[in-house]
Structure formats: structure tokens, C-alpha cells
């Protein structure tokens, strides 16, 4: 999900909480990142490995099924790897950081950002807003309302529609960190799918606002 001024993007109503419980299941202790994953890490070694996020045909059975399997890998420690979806989206797109305030504190760097309570609460929501998405694989229209009312927050603290395509990605990578070899193209494609059906839903939010009103 894009970004949002801190914990206020995701404030509100949450999502339905069908397993909300699963995804704020025992987090493991945060471990320093290694010299390796900083390599993977920086925008030169990655900028463009993952693909653009595609639109297209729902899921089948078999996508449902393997979304599930690997969340249920990520869903076990959703801190520490949401941790690693924000580091990649930062950096990918340094010039996100400024929407992200606290108190009206503005974050000297991503990592004063990523080490922030306020901003580990915010990791917490996103997660749960993914958690949500799986949930509901049978039934995503369920979520429609609450994802187009989470765009229109976005939009007012002034995330732009292109930032969707930069989450995506570190969605993607984020997932190739945890799944390791379990990654297939074939697990790539179903998540390209959700995030596709999540990333319309939320833009409803910018139609009914347009960009510039």
C-alpha cells in the first residue's frame, strides 16, 4: 500500500478482521541486516529487477492456494518483514520520506524513519491491510469500500498515484527476501495479481478525488 503520513494513512476503520490475529502472531526479534542484503538493497544492485505490477484475469485456485502458503511464512514475523518492505521502497524512492510525519517531525533519513515507534505501528497497519487481501482471496469485493476510503487518506496527505508501482515492487522483493527459493514465477504472478486488484480499489480513492483538486 502507498505510504501515508505516518500512522494517519491507515487510521480509521480497519479492514475486516477475519485473521488479523494470524498476521499479529509472534514477531521474532529484528535481526541486523547483513553485508549481503545491503548490497541487495541498494537502488543500483536492484533498481528494476521486479517486474511492473500486472493487471488481468482473477485468481484461480491454484494462485489463492499459493498466496496463502507463502503469506503464512511472512504473517509469522510481520514487523520484521514489512521492516524490509520499507527499506526497499526508500530505497527506491528517497523522496517518499517526507510523507511521513509524527508531531510534525520530519525524518533526517530513512533509517531515523524506520526506527521510529510511530512508524513500526504504521509497518503493523500495512501489514494487516495485506492480511486482510489474503483473507478474502474468495471475496475481495468485501474490501472494496475500506481500500477506496484508505486511497482518499493517501491522496490528502499527498501520495501520488505513481507511488503504487514503487510498493509493488518492494511488495515483490520483499516476498524474494522471505521465500527465498520458494519464490517462483508462478508465486510472483499471483501476488502481481492481488496487489493489481488492491492497487484498483484504492485508485477509486483518486477518481472520486482526482489529483489537483
Request: some cysteine; hydrophobic content about 35%.
Amino acid at each position: 500500500m502507498p505510504p501515508g503520513r505516518g500512522a494517519r494513512g491507515a487510521r480509521g476503520q480497519g479492514p475486516p478482521r477475519r485473521s488479523e490475529g494470524r498476521a499479529a502472531a509472534a514477531r521474532r526479534p529484528l535481526r541486523p541486516r547483513s553485508p549481503r542484503y545491503q548490497r541487495l538493497a541498494s537502488p543500483r544492485a536492484a533498481r528494476g529487477r521486479a517486474p511492473a505490477m500486472e493487471s488481468g484475469m482473477p485468481l484461480t485456485g491454484g494462485q489463492r492456494a499459493l498466496i496463502r502458503e507463502s503469506w503464512r511464512r511472512v504473517s509469522s514475523s510481520p514487523e520484521q518483514h514489512g521492516l524490509v518492505l520499507f527499506t526497499r521502497l526508500f530505497d527506491l524512492d528517497p523522496d517518499l520520506l517526507p510523507l511521513f510525519q509524527y508531531n510534525c517531525k520530519q525524518f533526517a533519513s530513512p533509517q531515523e524513519c524506520l526506527s521510529a515507534p510511530e512508524f513500526l505501528d504504521h509497518i503493523r497497519k500495512v501489514m494487516l491491510v495485506i492480511d486482510a487481501a489474503v483473507s478474502h482471496l474468495e471475496n475481495l469485493s468485501c474490501l472494496e469500500e475500506y481500500l477506496c476510503n484508505l486511497g482518499k487518506k493517501h491522496q490528502a496527505v499527498g501520495v501520488k498515484t505513481e507511488s503504487f508501482s514503487t510498493v509493488g515492487e518492494s511488495l515483490l522483493y520483499m516476498l524474494e527476501k522471505c521465500l527465498g527459493t520458494a519464490f517462483s514465477p508462478e508465486v510472483q504472478e499471483a501476488w502481481s495479481k492481488l496487489y493489481s486488484a488492491v492497487v484498483k480499489a484504492m485508485q477509486r480513492g483518486w477518481d472520486t478525488h482526482p489529483e489537483g483538486d
